[in-house]
């Protein structure tokens, strides 16, 4: 079974960073893609970051490009989200996904985890 | 950036009955559309890819179709678990989705 647990979720304050992690199991983490994808509060989903199975590849939406990087740890099957220069406007619900095809497009997400939190505030 | 507009905002349908909600992209998207359903408090599931595939244990009242710049998921007999918001997706550009529809009991 596809499990998917993120955490590092909190409170940080405007300007502050966070490091988000998402622990894989139940497939070879190696083979797939892997996303964030986030949702603010009452809004709809934004895709974030995606990165490729070696992590050779990685692409970012251009609200976070610059600020955030996205990597993993194939050894720990581990998925990561640096977060940088946070702002209001970044607090979301964020979610890690697995791509659906080993071999297809990196950006069709079939198993979410449950998300973490990041709440950006003073 | 592709702009996805779902409509209408919310849907209100009495059990049994059929729903129809309508993804629109702003530019072609070809047939890269998926469908997600989510419940509150809940991570999306995906429903449908390639805009008519359903993924696996996705039931059958529930169908895809379009291509281009038009998208339909229809349900064709709403049960109780259904109600949900529904999230159109299209990844031939990258990655953006729709705002939500939300399925409501009438």
């Known amino acids: 079974e596809v499990q998917l647990l993120e955490s590092g979720g909190g409170l940080v304050q405007p300007g502050g960073s966070l490091r988000l992690s998402c622990a894989a199991s139940?497939?070879?983490?190696?083979?797939?893609?892997m996303s964030w994808v986030r949702q603010a509060p009452g809004k709809g989903l934004e895709w974030v970051s995606s990165?490729?199975?070696?992590?050779?590849?990685?692409y970012y939406a251009d609200s976070v490009k610059g600020r955030f990087t996205i990597s993993r740890d194939n050894s720990k099957k581990t998925l990561y989200l640096q977060t940088n220069s946070l702002r209001a406007e970044d607090t979301a619900v964020y979610y890690c996904?697995?791509?659906?095809?080993?071999?297809?497009?990196?950006?069709?997400?079939?198993?979410w985890g449950q998300g973490t939190l990041v709440t950006v505030s003073s | 950036e592709i702009v996805l507009t779902q409509s209408p905002a919310t849907l209100s349908v009495s059990p049994g009955e059929r729903a129809t909600l309508s993804c629109r992209a702003s530019q072609s998207v070809s047939s890269n559309v998926a469908w997600f359903q989510q419940k509150p408090g809940q991570a999306p599931r995906l429903l449908i890819y390639?805009?008519?595939t359903r993924a696996t244990g996705t039931p059958a009242r529930f169908s895809g179709s379009g291509s281009g710049t038009e998208f339909t998921l229809t349900i064709s007999s709403l049960q109780s678990e259904d109600f949900a918001v529904y999230c159109c997706?299209?990844?031939?550009?990258?990655?953006?989705f729709g705002q939500g529809t939300k399925v409501e009991i009438k």
């Open positions: 997706q299209q990844y031939n550009n990258w990655s953006t």
């Open positions: 996904a697995k791509a659906f095809s080993s071999s297809g497009s990196f950006f069709l997400q079939d198993y």
């Open positions: 390639g805009a008519s």
């Open positions: 990165i490729s199975g070696s992590g050779a590849t990685t």
């Open positions: 139940g497939f070879t983490f190696s083979s797939y893609a």
